[in-house]
Every structure is written in structure tokens, then in C-alpha cells.
């Protein structure tokens, strides 16, 4: 199982971007999944996560300008981001707990994808 992660990329504040997470591989099925952020010389906080039947919630500096979605058929999650503050500069990295076809829940990460919001 893997998780890899796109839509990174350069954006001036007030901007927008959409990050996307695409899960692969042999998935029995998906439970949680969430965005974490790391700025530099921070550590990682969890941005936002989605339940399998689509309850969110966000950290309180994200709230109202992110939104978290998934496509369960598509065993994909969205962070649509808008109104982009400088501070939301950071590397995004997917998180997911996934059951594979043929093993125990476990807790996969994706290889991160930069975000640098200029001011």
C-alpha cells in the first residue's frame, strides 16, 4: 500500500491551491484520513482529517479557508486551501489508516509535497 501526494507548489497569499492523496495497492479498506504539516524548525501538527463516512475537523488556523474531502471510490483525499497565509508555508503530508487485503490496520504516510505561500 502506498500514498502518494500532489499539488504542492509556489502561490502568492490569498491564493488557493488543491493538494491531492491518492492511495494504492492491495486496500482492503480505508478508515481515517488527514493532512499533516511540518513548517521548518516546527513540528508536525495535523491539519484536517476525514472520517470513512466524511466527518471533519481542522486545526483552529486552518478553519473556514481549508476544506478536506475524499473520494472513497477513488481511495483519494482533497485539501482544497484558500485565502493562503505565508504561515501556511510548510511540506504537506498525507496520512491515512488503512486495512490491507491481506494484513492488520496500520498507519501509512506519503512522501510529502512543498507548499510555499509568498507574502
Known amino acids: 500500500v502506498q500514498l502518494q501526494a500532489f499539488g504542492g507548489g509556489l502561490v502568492q497569499a490569498g491564493g488557493s491551491l488543491r493538494l491531492s492523496c491518492v492511495a494504492s495497492?492491495?486496500?482492503?479498506?480505508?478508515?481515517?484520513m488527514r493532512w499533516y504539516r511540518q513548517a521548518p524548525g516546527k513540528q508536525r501538527e495535523l491539519v484536517a482529517g476525514?472520517?470513512?463516512?466524511?466527518?471533519?475537523n481542522y486545526v483552529d488556523s486552518v478553519k473556514g479557508r481549508f476544506t478536506i474531502s475524499r473520494d472513497n471510490a477513488k481511495n483519494t483525499v482533497y485539501l482544497q486551501m484558500n485565502r493562503l497565509k505565508p504561515e501556511d508555508t510548510a511540506v504537506y503530508y498525507c496520512?491515512?489508516?488503512?486495512?490491507?487485503?491481506?494484513?492488520?490496520?496500520?498507519?501509512?504516510w506519503g512522501q510529502g509535497t512543498q507548499v510555499t505561500v509568498s507574502s
Open positions: 476525514c472520517t470513512s463516512s466524511g466527518r471533519t
Open positions: 496520512n491515512a489508516d488503512i486495512v490491507p487485503t491481506t494484513g492488520r490496520l496500520y498507519d501509512y
Open positions: 495497492g492491495t486496500i482492503g479498506y480505508i478508515h481515517d
